[in-house]
């Protein structure tokens, strides 16, 4: 999930996480760009093993109750060697694996009479986006899905060039060679390919056409977007 951010109109990785403790509360917390792509990817992968966590440094805010965003210089620990972490995963392990989670807040709960149980709490089906034109018209709202690609277009852009300090979009320097960032304000020799792939997901209820940032697509590919260039220059001058 990506953000575009309305200052400069750049693309900021979002991952909601639902941590929970002994208190038997659970709370939203908000990963943002690596914490988000790199770390929230990671913990998404382990998350059937109910990794304990530390993060140092958050945000508290009212929103929908109470809710908790990383900032520039926060940090998160995944399973950290300490005494905390022990006790906590001896209680989750004994009885907070049965415990329903109440929301922490007031209103935030009325929706959520179940309980937050797992990181998968907003996992929808892809109808439920696709049959609601009006979902993320006034602001964005955020799903988790499960779904398979079932097709890639060959003959979309799948990257664009993109400046090796910022990641934005770069151009052609007209006042000479290599490219300009409009971001940076400078000029630089070379640029990068960062993926902005477009593919088809499936689940058993539709399939939806997603945007596919670099981190993901890297993995989707198997390589760089560099890369996957490389290659494709190789075929066609073969051709
Ligand atoms: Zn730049």
Redesign the pocket.
């Known amino acids: 999930m990506t953000i575009r951010r309305k200052i400069d109109n750049e693309t900021i990785p979002k991952r909601d996480i639902v941590v929970a403790d002994e208190s038997g509360k659970a709370v939203t917390v908000s990963l943002w760009n690596d914490l988000a792509s790199i770390t929230g990817q990671e913990l998404l992968d382990m998350v059937d093993s109910s990794p304990i966590i530390v993060i140092r440094s958050l945000k508290v805010s009212d929103f929908q109750g109470v809710s908790l965003s990383t900032v520039g210089k926060s940090t998160l620990a995944i399973n950290p060697d300490m005494p905390e972490a022990q006790k906590l995963r001896s209680w989750y392990d004994s009885e907070g694996k049965g415990t329903s989670m109440a929301p922490i807040g007031a209103d935030m709960g009325a929706s959520r009479t179940g309980g937050l149980k797992s990181m998968y709490s907003d996992r929808v089906f892809l109808s439920h986006i696709t049959s609601d034109p009006t979902l993320g018209q006034d602001k964005p709202v955020f799903f988790s899905l499960n779904a398979f690609i079932s097709h890639i277009k060959p003959d979309q852009n799948m990257w664009y060039r993109a400046?090796k300090?910022?990641?934005?979009k770069?151009t052609d320097y007209t006042l000479g060679s290599g490219y300009w960032?409009e971001?940076?304000q400078?000029n630089d020799a070379d640029c990068l390919l960062r993926y902005i792939m477009v593919v088809k997901v499936s689940d058993p209820t539709g399939e939806a056409w997603v945007s596919v940032f670099n981190e993901h697509a890297e993995k989707i590919i198997g390589c760089s977007a560099d890369e996957l260039d490389r290659i494709r220059k190789e075929v066609t001058s073969a051709i």
């Open positions: 400046c300090t910022c990641n934005k770069v960032c971001g940076c400078k």
